[in-house]
């Protein structure tokens, strides 16, 4: 099955630094991949995703890289703000109908 | 839009007691929902699949019998933990595919999560 392994576990930036992480994945088959955001005590929210055609995709301060050669996908904030701290979760699908496998989560902490 | 909802948000029951949780797709609907368990800092573990109309597929080591699911419309989905022991507390959160969704087929949209305590 699809193993998905996220680093690091744990990121501290300054307010207006960029912050990255990255995740991987075992199975060539898997095809979509989202990344979602955690806040305490609430579901998981869907801030962005890219499918296995597309290398990167951009929405505002917010973007994911994708190589599919070497199996791995990245998360990038730019200009982060105090409300972006948050677990982030990535995941890897097979596509339609599919479960997700998710990564481990990466506790992200801004400070101002 | 794709705004998925779970009610309650919270409830603690005495030990031996049944708990129901309800997931529901406000603004779309979801042929397949899913199920996932979460404990303290640490990922999502699905628990089930649930498609509407059918039986849930379960994930090895969830007890079906303990853990009832029905999808008995294109917009909600129940869990019901029966006989619930302090063990089964934890924080369950449901998510639906919207597959006629802008997002596509793929994407699943999460439910703000269910907190169970299990006295």
């Known amino acids: 099955g699809e193993n998905v392994e996220q680093h690091p576990s744990t990121l501290s930036v300054q307010e207006g630094d960029s912050a990255v992480i990255k995740c991987t994945y075992s199975d060539s088959a898997s095809n979509y991949f989202p990344w979602y955001k955690q806040e305490l005590g609430k579901g998981p929210q869907l801030i962005i995703d890219i499918r296995s055609n597309v290398g990167e995709k951009k929405d505002q301060r917010i973007a994911v890289t994708l190589n599919k050669t070497a199996k791995h996908f990245s998360l990038h904030i730019t200009e982060t703000q105090p409300e972006d701290s948050a677990v982030y979760f990535c995941?890897?699908?097979?596509?339609?109908?599919?479960?997700?496998?998710f990564g481990t989560g990466t506790s992200l902490t801004v400070i101002p | 839009g794709a705004v998925v909802s779970q009610h309650p948000s919270r409830v603690i029951c005495k030990s031996g007691t049944s708990v129901k949780i309800e997931c529901r797709s406000l603004d779309f609907q979801a042929t397949t929902m899913f199920w996932y368990r979460q404990f303290p800092k640490q990922s999502l573990m699905l628990m089930a699949t649930s498609n509407e109309g059918s039986k849930a597929t379960y994930e090895q080591g969830v007890e079906k019998d303990k853990f009832l699911i029905n999808h008995a419309s294109l917009t909600l989905s129940t869990l019901t933990v029966t006989s619930a022991h302090p063990e089964d507390s934890s924080f369950y959160i449901c998510s639906a595919r919207d597959s006629s969704g802008t997002g596509g087929p793929d994407t699943q949209y999460f439910g703000p999560g269910t907190r169970l305590t299990v006295l």
């Open positions: 995941a890897a699908s097979k596509g339609t109908g599919n479960q997700f496998y």
